[in-house]
């Protein structure tokens, strides 16, 4: 009878394609997630090359310092945009969300080279003397550079191939250096700006809350069995 | 047995029609706002077609490739915080703010402190156009073509008393113009210093103008300090007051941050800032760094100054 009155019910009450949760990935998703990733550093490099070569003013007076920054900030939304992916995820129940981590780490990396080679190449302008003591006497640097080497085996294992040959236990261990590696980086950008803090501790912030968000949940994780423990005593 | 249907959505989980109906404007609209956002991140700065003018004005310590800096590079790449932290917020943000009536306030140990109307205060001296290199602390460096009076004159008219050593220079504290004067980045209103035989250099020159044109508010308008041998943040802008004292004045950035900053802050390319090298600069419009000179190319009109003295110590 109840059976019978179930299936009699009207169809869809929220047919799949009006629930939110169940949104499938669109088929153009990794190729227009790729176009966009590309957007900044094609804008950075076209604007920095103009301003050197024929001066216009795209990015000010000093076209060598601002890319540099901006790559070096575009660097940081990728770290965060790589973090924001499992608290996406996991509020939004898309799954499919998890392979394209992936993408954006890599561009983190392709992000944080370009900006190392901005400052290598065209503001010290291969000075050694100078790349060697900003390496050695300037804590910013420093730490800069030790975010840096950290993504380098997170970018060269970010193949599947990589993730079958370590094992995914051990793939996703090496790769929560991100953590320390989005620490770094905000470090690095406090410790460079002159005076004006605010912009670092927006990014700081951003990633505070994502690491907070993995903290909480870890904590709830360990926490919901005794409390069922407890609620299952006499 | 589960009577409950498995799986229907929660109505919490549920998307309104309105919304639903509504997802391509949402995206559209989001679309518009993420492109305006890209667009106005990435070029800060829209190049500017303007007519360059043409400097005017003697050279000083000059070195034979050394070429004045366009105007709107000049114009448009200011640090006054006052006005904002980037380079570009001071030529955005300080359009409106009123120079006129303007008055500068002598005091201290002077024979008789006084208030005068800037113009009343410029009066009684010639002005002069001088083409001076300029060297910013954060390594870059510009060549500027300004328009002002000699220092020493106005502390000449001033008649400093003996017990004088030094002079405090202050801007205008206005919290309701300058908007950065209500943020705490530094210690508000700004002031700078000079030993007194540093302020009756010839070199010294109080500013009015740039390009033979009236200073531009960015620059530091009506009236700003330049002193070419230090660096840029010496040269302080928007100037209400020059106080004489026999004690060293405090001074913004050396209130900001004692070890980066001194109260000297002479250029020197042997003594490194603690985050960056200070042996080169790069000169804004070129690709290739140069060399920093002592002194900023001025070592003969102003070494003297500091014989004996541990420039390494008193940077």
């Given amino acids: ?234 | 047995m589960p009577i409950y249907p498995k799986n229907e959505p929660r109505s919490s989980e549920i998307t309104p029609e309105k919304l639903y109906f509504g997802r391509r404007e949402f995206l559209a609209a989001a679309g518009a706002v993420a492109t305006g956002a890209i667009a106005a991140s990435v070029l800060p700065s829209v190049a500017r077609a303007q007519q360059e003018p043409q400097a005017v004005g003697t050279p000083y310590g000059l070195q034979p490739n050394d070429k004045p800096t366009p105007w709107t590079d000049i114009t448009t790449y200011n640090n006054f915080y006052e006005f904002g932290t980037d380079k570009s917020d001071p030529s955005e943000n300080a359009g409106a703010f009123k120079t006129k009536p303007w008055t500068v306030r002598v005091d201290g140990l002077v024979a008789k402190p006084a208030d005068y109307h800037l113009e009343d205060f410029l009066k009684p001296s010639a002005i002069e156009d001088r083409i001076y290199r300029h060297r910013c602390v954060e390594a870059w460096s510009m060549v500027v073509p300004w328009r002002g009076i000699p220092l020493a004159d106005v502390i000449k008219r001033a008649n400093p008393t003996p017990k004088a050593k030094f002079v405090e220079f202050t801007t205008l504290m206005d919290p309701k113009q300058m908007p950065g004067e209500r943020t705490d980045v530094l210690t508000w209103p700004y002031t700078e210093g000079l030993r007194l035989d540093e302020a009756m250099n010839p070199l010294s020159l109080l500013v009015v103008g740039l390009y033979g044109r009236t200073l531009p508010n960015q620059n530091g308008a009506p009236l700003r300090l330049v002193v070419p041998w230090k660096y840029g943040f010496k040269g302080i802008k928007s100037i209400v007051r020059l106080k004489f004292t026999d004690s060293q004045p405090p001074t913004a950035w050396n209130l900001a941050a004692a070890n980066e900053y001194g109260f000297y802050s002479n250029v020197n390319p042997s003594v490194d800032h603690p985050r960056w090298s200070q042996a080169t600069e790069r000169r804004i419009g070129e690709f290739f760094r140069r060399k920093t000179l002592m002194f900023n190319g001025y070592a003969d009109q102003v070494a003297s100054m500091y014989a004996g003295m541990d420039l390494r110590r008193n940077y």
């Fill in chain 1, 1 to 234: 009878m109840r059976e019978a009155e179930r299936t009699r019910e009207p169809e869809p009450k929220g047919g799949s394609a009006l629930n939110l949760r169940s949104w499938r990935e669109p088929k153009w998703f990794s190729t227009l997630l790729i176009i966009l990733c590309c957007v900044p550093a094609a804008l950075a490099i076209g604007a920095m090359a103009s301003d050197i070569i024929t001066h216009t003013r795209f990015f000010g007076s000093d076209p060598i310092k601002e890319g540099e920054h901006f790559l070096g900030e575009w660097t940081l939304r990728f770290i965060i945009a790589t973090l924001a992916v499992t608290p996406l995820r996991q509020l939004t129940g898309w799954n499919w969300l998890a392979k394209h981590r992936r993408t954006l780490g890599l561009f983190a990396f392709g992000y944080v080279s370009l900006h190392w080679l901005t400052y290598a190449l065209l503001d010290v302008q291969l000075d050694w003397g100078d790349l060697v003591k900003d390496l050695t006497k300037r804590p910013y640097i420093m730490i800069g550079m030790a975010a840096l080497l950290c993504m380098a085996p997170l970018a060269f294992t970010s193949t599947r191939n990589s993730i079958r040959r370590l094992g995914g236990k051990r793939w996703n261990r090496l790769h929560k250096l991100i953590y320390p590696i989005a620490i770094l980086g905000v470090i690095h950008f406090a410790m460079a700006v002159k005076k004006d803090e605010s912009d670092p501790i927006t990014y700081g912030a951003c990633i505070a809350f994502l690491l907070a968000w993995r903290v909480v949940r870890w904590w709830m994780r360990r926490e919901a069995p005794q409390r069922a423990t407890l609620a299952g005593a006499p």
